[in-house]
């Protein structure tokens, strides 16, 4: 996709929009990880809010929320 050699930056051959768009539209498939971190992260909310008597929750707020 690009590089760097002893020239100094190399041309950027590949878009970021085609990096990251689906195999299936001729991208190359690879995950956002700013927006997949996203996404964890609003799991783990949920999970905070629903999951009260599991015992990861109990450790959780043991240990943050002393």
């Known amino acids: 996709m690009w590089g760097w050699g002893s020239e100094g930056r190399k041309i950027a051959w590949v878009t970021w929009d085609k990096v990251f768009s ?7 498939g690879i995950i ?3 927006q997949f971190n996203m996404a964890l992260l609003g ?3 949920w999970r905070l809010h629903s999951d009260n008597d599991e015992l990861w929750m109990e450790v959780i707020e043991s240990k943050y929320r002393g």
Do not use: A, F, P, Y
């Open 32 to 34: 956002n990880v700013r």
């Open 22 to 28: 689906s195999q299936n539209v001729d991208g190359l």
């Open 43 to 45: 799991k783990w909310i």
